[in-house]
């Protein structure tokens, strides 16, 4: 799972597998602004057939948060 | 009022107006005025709620409705500290429509559904627009880094295509419509509407200072300038020079509240004031083809039945 989400967020933030590691926060460590969050939280949406509501979407500051929330879905 | 007999797009059809074209809902210069004169010439007229508490928002909404019974949006802009307590509010007057800015408006979406309301948020991004529609709004407005004001990354040319070719919902393009060419040119890309923020500044009805409505109707192409890019919050205007010692200021790696407390009030001094040295004159890319004041009716019909001429009979919307 680890993997898997470090190349999505990756990819959608234009990083390296490697920069993207559990504790980092999506703001303010990788950079990312409220549009890459929108478009990375429709990614994770499409690929696990999940909904993300809004109100779990201030829970996912660190990559390892998203890791955590998608393995409980 | 002339019928547009073939602008008819869902777009009038949601909002039951004549013409595909909303009035942008501009801080400050989108009050009842200009809403209401856009209201009454077939287009919607939109009251700005900005920073505004409920109780002054309210009161716009009355003012507009003494002068029109013909539908109208309040525009709510999430980042005001009043956002709640304005949607709220909107949902007691039962608004016709709602436009919404700076954020993500879901968790106020069944508050404004169930009073009727038709929402259509402001959206930068496909995936943002997808989120939009599925949270049940009736359109989004695709809005391109042409516009004044606070903008996004991409051109309006390069983001309302990707939004419609991603939405069943219409969508309505804004940035850079000054003419019947820019109207067409939307209708074409994929639009069923537009937003028009600059054109209205100008209008005779807009209660903007003379000095802002020269400084739109003198600009010419060059003259727009983005300051804010630094601090993740730009902003379009032309050029003067407030905007010029802005710059200067973020190139010299001024702090965030450097830049806030030039920032603050500007756009208020510009709007009412007329002040050349320290006003920010919010406006968009399209400034520079913007040469007459006019009433609202006239700038809706020459909109219109330019952007029908070049059409030629052909219902892009349509396909």
């Not at chain 1, 990083?15 to 602004?33: R, T």
């Not at chain 2, 010419?220 to 003259?223: G, N, P, T």
């Given at each position: 799972m680890l993997n898997e989400l470090q190349e999505i967020i990756a990819e959608k933030l234009g990083?390296?597998?490697?920069?993207?590691?559990?504790?980092?926060?999506?703001?303010?460590?990788?950079?990312?602004?409220s549009l890459d969050l929108f478009d990375l939280v429709t990614e994770l949406e499409e690929k696990y057939e999940i909904e993300i509501p809004t109100e779990d979407l201030d829970t996912l500051v660190t990559v390892q948060d998203v890791i955590d929330y998608i393995e409980k879905r | 009022m002339t019928e547009s007999k073939i602008m008819k797009t869902r777009v009038t059809e949601l909002l039951g107006i004549s013409y595909p074209v909303i009035q942008g809902g501009m801080a400050h210069i989108a009050e009842y005025h200009l809403a209401s004169a856009v209201s009454e010439a077939g287009g919607l007229g939109v009251i700005a709620?900005?920073?505004?508490?409920a109780e002054r928002v309210k009161k716009e909404i009355e003012a507009l409705r003494e002068r029109t019974d013909q539908p109208f949006g309040v525009n709510i802009m999430l980042l005001s500290p009043h956002a709640a307590e304005v949607a709220q509010m909107a949902a007691e007057e039962k608004v016709p429509v709602i436009t919404t800015g700076a954020g993500n408006p879901e968790k106020y979406m069944s508050l404004w559904k169930s009073a009727g309301i038709k929402v259509i948020p402001v959206v930068a991004s496909v995936a943002l627009a997808k989120r939009m529609e599925r949270c049940g709004a009736d359109a989004v407005i695709a809005e391109g880094?042409?516009?004044?004001g606070h903008i996004g990354e991409l051109t309006s040319m390069t983001l309302i295509p990707q939004i419609a070719d991603e939405v069943e919902i219409p969508v309505i393009g804004a940035g850079g419509v000054g003419d019947g060419r820019g109207l067409a040119a939307m209708l074409i890309l994929g639009a069923e509407g537009v937003q028009v923020g600059t054109r209205f500044v100008v209008a005779e009805e807009s209660i903007a200072h003379e000095n802002y409505k020269q400084k739109i109707l003198k600009a010419?192409?060059?003259?727009s300038v983005v300051t804010g890019r630094s601090c993740g919050h730009p902003i379009r205007s032309v050029r003067n020079p407030h905007t010029r010692k802005y710059i200067e200021m973020e190139k010299s790696g001024a702090s965030f509240e450097e830049l806030e407390y030039l920032a603050l009030g500007s756009l208020r001094r510009a709007v009412e004031?007329?002040?050349?040295?320290?006003?920010n004159f919010m406006a968009g890319q399209i400034a520079g083809l913007i040469h007459k004041e006019q009433p609202c009716r006239e700038i809706l019909e020459e909109l219109v039945t330019e952007a029908e001429a070049l059409l030629g009979g052909s219902k892009p919307w349509e396909r």
């Open positions: 990083l390296s597998a490697e920069e993207v590691q559990p504790e980092k926060s999506l703001k303010d460590d990788l950079k990312a602004d | 709620s900005a920073n505004g508490s880094c042409e516009a004044g010419r192409d060059i003259d004031e007329g002040d050349l040295e320290n006003g």
